[in-house]
C-alpha cells in the first residue's frame, strides 16, 4: 500500500498511515494480550483515503483510479 501513498501524493490526493493499534502504544505495550495479527496489519500495509460529505463522486473516481493504477 505504500506504494499507492507515493501515486496519491503525486496526485494531490490526501492518504495518511492507518491508526497504530492500542497494543503497540506504548502506555499498554506491557499488559497481556490476545491477538493482533489483523490489527499490526493493517497498520503495516493499510492506508487512510480521504473522506467526508463534500467528497464528489468525480473526486472518488479520480481516487479509484489513481489507486487501481498503483497496484
Request: charged share 25%.
Given at each position: 500500500?505504500?506504494?499507492?501513498?507515493?501515486?496519491?501524493?503525486?496526485?494531490?490526493?490526501?492518504?495518511?498511515?492507518?491508526?497504530?493499534?492500542?497494543?503497540?502504544?506504548?502506555?499498554?505495550?506491557?499488559?497481556?494480550?490476545?491477538?493482533?495479527?489483523?490489527?499490526?496489519?493493517?497498520?503495516?500495509?493499510?492506508?487512510?483515503?480521504?473522506?467526508?460529505s463534500n467528497l464528489t463522486?468525480?473526486?472518488?473516481?479520480?481516487?479509484?483510479?489513481?489507486?487501481?493504477?498503483?497496484?
Amino acid at each position: 500500500m505504500r506504494q499507492n501513498s507515493v501515486a496519491l501524493e503525486a496526485e494531490h490526493i490526501e492518504a495518511r498511515p492507518g491508526w497504530k493499534p492500542m497494543h503497540l502504544q506504548p502506555i499498554v505495550e506491557r499488559y497481556e494480550r490476545s491477538g493482533g495479527s489483523v490489527a499490526e496489519a493493517f497498520f503495516r500495509d493499510g492506508l487512510c483515503l480521504s473522506s467526508g460529505s463534500n467528497l464528489t463522486l468525480e473526486d472518488l473516481e479520480r481516487v479509484v483510479a489513481v489507486v487501481r493504477c498503483a497496484c
